[in-house]
Each structure stands twice: as structure tokens, then as C-alpha cells.
């Protein structure tokens, strides 16, 4: 069974906890990660994106010219695809891009990007945050003391307002509650910053 350092926000190590293996300790299947991080972001695009075809062009009533006898080619409208102004055939109209992924999968993938994250050594928990009120100067200290740079995603119990408002405003940091963590948010980072109530609460989620 995997185990992880608790520190408190001083960077001092308090305990340790044991990590469920089915969590923290599979083989990464990348394809699932890959599949679901592909649906994260084709979720996000707006997709709103339009072409007028030739029915939605304005003018065009009438033939521009009799259809033999002038030696030019036949034409039907001055708004065909051909001409300067004419439709757009088979050009982009709105549409949703999202695509459904079975919540096994899911779950498969959170505890593949878990587990890499485990096995990289950039997992790290903290026993609590305790912020009286909101204040990004106490979280860079924080990230500061236990020694963590670069991008880092930040999850927090799922009451903790104060702590998620705290790290919110930082560059380079992702701070979510425990029931809003996802493939994507667990994966774009260089660490993984836990509250031990948040990582036990996900791990019962995945577990």
C-alpha cells in the first residue's frame, strides 16, 4: 500500500496516511486519460461558428443570363458557390462538440492521473488550511513552504470557501473543491496540492 507525507502548511512533516492501491497505485492507462481529457475539451468549444450557403446569401433572384446561345458557361444564380458573394458549400454551421464518455471510464482515468502523479513524487497533503478569511499573500506562503513551483492544482474540502478564494488569484494555480476535481485539473500541472479531508474524500469517491 502506497503511503504520503502530512505536513502542516509550515512544510513540517506531521504523519503519514496510507493511499488505497485501486486509487493511487495502478498502471496509468493513458488512453483512458487521453479519451477523457478529448472530451473535457471538446466539451469546452463554443462551436458557434457559421457559413451562409447559397440560400442565405441576399440577392440572386433572377438567371443572370438565357441559358444558350451568349457562348458563356450556363448559370443559375449570381449566388452560387462560384461567384464573388455566393453561398459557402459545405462550410462550418453551429453545432455542440461535446462527446459522452462512460463514467467507468471516468473514473478510470482520475486514478490513472492519481497514480502518475504518486509515482512522480508531486503529491503532496497537507493536514489543514485555516484561513479566517481570504488572503493570497498566506497561500503563496504556503505553496512557498512546502516547496512547490511551476503549475499546481490546488484541491480543497468542499466547505473550505476561504482556502479555495485564497488560491484562486494565484498564477499558475488551479484551486478546486474535492467533488469539482477532474481529469483534466489533476493532469495539467507539474504538482498536486491535497487538503487531507479532500484526498480522503476523493479517495472514497474512487475507491
Request: proline share 4%; glycine share 10%.
Amino acid at each position: 500500500m502506497a503511503t504520503i507525507e502530512i505536513k502542516d502548511i509550515a512544510g513540517k512533516k506531521v504523519g503519514t496516511a496510507d493511499l488505497a492501491d485501486g486509487v493511487f497505485s495502478i498502471e496509468p492507462h493513458t488512453f483512458a486519460v487521453h479519451q477523457v481529457v478529448r472530451s473535457q475539451m471538446a466539451a469546452r468549444r463554443a462551436g458557434t461558428h457559421s457559413t451562409k450557403t447559397r440560400g442565405l446569401v441576399s440577392g440572386g433572384g433572377r438567371k443572370p443570363w438565357r441559358q444558350k446561345g451568349t457562348g458563356r458557361a450556363r448559370q443559375g444564380s449570381i449566388r452560387s458557390a462560384q461567384w464573388k458573394g455566393g453561398g459557402v458549400v459545405f462550410g462550418p454551421h453551429p453545432r455542440s462538440y461535446a462527446f459522452k464518455v462512460p463514467n467507468k471510464v471516468v473514473k478510470l482515468a482520475m486514478r490513472s492521473a492519481l497514480s502518475a502523479k504518486t509515482i512522480e513524487g508531486v503529491l503532496y497533503c497537507v493536514n489543514e488550511m485555516v484561513f479566517e478569511k481570504p488572503s493570497t499573500k498566506q497561500a503563496v506562503a504556503i505553496l512557498a513552504n512546502l516547496g512547490i513551483t511551476g503549475r499546481v492544482t490546488v484541491v480543497v474540502g468542499n466547505d473550505d470557501i476561504n482556502t479555495l478564494l485564497s488560491f484562486r488569484n494565484i498564477p499558475k494555480v488551479c484551486a478546486i473543491t474535492a467533488s469539482e476535481a477532474n481529469t483534466y485539473d489533476l493532469v495539467n500541472n507539474n504538482a498536486l496540492l491535497f487538503t487531507q479531508p479532500a484526498l480522503t474524500w476523493l479517495e472514497g469517491v474512487l475507491a
